[in-house]
């Protein structure tokens, strides 16, 4: 059994450097987001009552991210 404790495996620092390809794709999935973003905001501030949320260009963005993110990842 190896021990882990005294010297463990060294983690990645850095994060992979993001393309214009990379870019590219989040754009055109962050323009796509924007109208499902926006009726889900809105849907929410009817639902909760409350403009205590999350914003429509933040949703948005994190899908695109995510989204994005998964794309280039099974490239790999």
Same mark, same amino acid.
């Given at each position: 059994?190896? !021990?882990?404790?005294? !010297?463990?495996?060294?983690? @990645? ?8 390809? =990379? ?6 999935? =962050? =323009?796509?987001?924007? $109208? ?7 849907? !929410?501030?009817? @639902? ?5 949320? @999350?914003? $429509? ?6 899908? &695109? !991210? ?5 794309? =280039?990842?099974?490239? &790999?």
């Amino acid at each position: 059994m190896t !021990d882990m404790t005294s !010297d463990p495996p060294r983690r @990645r620092t850095h994060c992979r450097k993001r393309t214009a390809e =990379f870019w590219l794709y989040f754009a055109l999935i =962050f =323009f796509g987001a924007q $109208p499902f973003a926006w009726v889900a905001w809105m849907i !929410d501030i009817a @639902r909760m009552r409350s403009l205590n949320i @999350r914003g $429509p260009m933040a949703r948005a963005w994190s899908e &695109a !991210d995510r989204i994005t993110t998964v794309i =280039f990842s099974a490239g &790999a």
